[in-house]
């Protein structure tokens, strides 16, 4: 294995070999450019050399074409051609084609094994800006969560939090005083985003068995790290759920791996295309999250690179992480493109050779303004670099291929079959269930002491005694129970009664 990805040829004649050192490639990097300009093969390559080299890597498929990773490329592409020139242009000597060792993902369970985390797992921040809540309304799901916690309920899927919201919703003067407001508002609001979201799919993504991130990570026994592709054409029709999955998969990322401090390569690369529907109206909050995982997962061994039509497209913060950049052409037609171009050039070392911002206007396809971290994480002086020659095939592979490795695959079988445990939404309805019938044994009882009552009375009206029977209902207390259960259980058979009883007796969150 060599310290380095060859990534194709700079200088004058493009002879001068550029690579991406393994060991500062957990310092995170940018692919950009518009579109057309070649991005799609630059990721290409870049996995490639990651997985040559043992590094698993991650990235979603939006168009359908880096599938074509999981075969090798032909002699009798029709690109055949112009690829063996360019390799032999830039002294790509190893120039070969091959197949590489994918693993396809799909939220949807159709192009790939299925990815499921649960509501618990999500949190309440990710959750909130997948449904896209106003504040008080993430207050309100934040206390939701308190109480499952509190209680000890699993919050699994999308059932889960429904029926913990909906009890929320019928004790919200007691919550309120606990953990402060909770409008019913609120409550119907977060009640019909769900809608929304399950509407869009996402009752798939929610539940078990939950990704396991080992099944990410893993490498072949020939030493190749593994290809994740994660099937998102149609998951990109749902910007927020695209964005929020993937931003949920880097937390965890996060919170789950040790640190590893400076490894000779990273542990992982996580590959985040369409990185501006990250950022698009996000709140603050959120991209200082972003900003923060950035900084600190590449002590973990990971590293992210985001792929957008221009940089302007990731937060200034969240662009002086990356450290190793490939820049397609951007077009610069109007004064704002001009701007945002120049300030694209101001972010390079300068290069006395030619101008960056001319550079990044006038590149030409499948070439790039590129900058990778030196020596001592210092980074390199911009060059004009003719990207290497994929060895795989450019476009989608067919769907006979797809469906044989997904046969074939090494997590096969592992969650294809969705399992529905015992959590909130059963546990909740458990307690509904043992409120109802103690109303009902309440009134059983209420019943009884009514009938000792009238046949005391009737024997009175020949013995003149009064009636212990109705005294002990007045000043006992469990009567008092017993007196408002038999008002309320004639509701008992509908589902409107028997929210009443729960929420009066507050039999559902007493002793588990």
């Not at 015992?422 to 209420?446: D, G, P, T």
């Amino acid at each position: 294995m060599t310290n380095s990805i060859f990534i194709g040829g700079g200088g004058p004649d493009y002879s001068e070999p550029q690579g991406l050192l393994l060991k500062y490639a957990n310092r995170h990097g940018l692919v950009a450019g518009a579109t057309g300009t070649g991005k799609t093969v630059t990721l290409q390559i870049l996995a490639e050399g990651f997985s040559d080299a043992g590094v698993p890597v991650i990235l979603s498929d939006i168009k359908g074409d880096v599938s074509g990773m999981a075969v090798a490329g032909s002699p009798d592409h029709k690109l055949h051609g112009p690829f063996t020139e360019r390799a032999e242009k830039i002294g790509f000597e190893a120039f070969r084609y091959d197949s590489f060792p994918v693993v396809f993902w799909d939220l949807f369970g159709e192009q790939g094994h299925p990815v499921r985390t649960t509501i618990a797992e999500m949190g309440p921040l990710l959750l909130s800006r997948l449904l896209g809540l106003s504040d008080a309304q993430e207050g309100v799901l934040n206390i939701a969560f308190r109480v499952a916690d509190e209680e000890g309920l699993p919050l699994l899927d999308l059932d889960d939090i429904r029926a913990l919201l909906l009890w929320v919703g019928e004790n919200a003067d007691e919550l309120s005083l606990r953990y402060g407001n909770v409008a019913a508002a609120s409550v119907g609001a977060i009640q019909r985003s769900l809608l929304v979201l399950e509407n869009q799919g996402a009752a798939h993504f929610f539940g078990e068995p939950a990704l396991d991130l080992a099944d990410l990570m893993q490498v072949t026994p020939e030493g190749r790290g593994h290809v994740n592709i994660l099937a998102a054409d149609r998951l990109v029709q749902s910007p927020q759920l695209y964005a929020t999955f993937l931003l949920w998969l880097l937390s965890e990322l996060f919170e789950t791996l040790p640190e590893v401090g400076n490894p000779d390569k990273p542990k992982l690369v996580f590959f985040f295309d369409e990185a501006h529907l990250l950022f698009d109206d996000a709140p603050k909050v959120l991209v200082d999250k972003v900003e923060q995982v950035a900084r600190l997962i590449r002590s973990k061994g990971v590293g992210v690179y985001f792929i957008t039509q221009n940089p302007d497209d990731v937060p200034e913060d969240v662009l002086g992480q990356l450290g190793n950049r490939f820049q397609h052409a951007l077009r610069a037609f109007t004064a704002r493109d001009q701007k945002a171009l120049r300030r694209a050039a101001e972010t390079y070392r300068p290069n006395p050779r030619f101008d960056t911002g001319d550079a990044i206007r006038d590149v030409g396809v499948g070439e790039a303004v590129t900058s990778m971290l030196e020596g001592k994480g210092v980074p390199g002086v911009v060059e004009r670099t003719l990207i290497r020659p994929p060895a795989t095939q450019l476009g989608p592979c067919d769907p006979e291929t797809r469906h044989a490795l997904i046969a074939a695959s090494p997590v096969a079988g592992k969650y294809d079959t969705a399992i529905d445990r015992h959590s909130a939404h059963e546990m909740l309805a458990e307690r509904a269930e043992a409120a109802a019938k103690a109303a009902e044994a309440a009134e059983v009882e209420a019943e009884a002491e009514e009938e000792k009552a009238r046949e005391f009375k009737a024997a009175r009206r020949y013995s003149g005694g009064a009636s212990p029977g109705r005294a002990r209902r007045v000043s006992g207390s469990d009567g008092i129970g017993g007196a408002l259960a038999s008002a309320l259980v004639k509701e008992l058979k509908g589902t409107t009664g028997r929210r009443i009883v729960r929420g009066i007796l507050g039999g559902l969150f007493k002793g588990r």
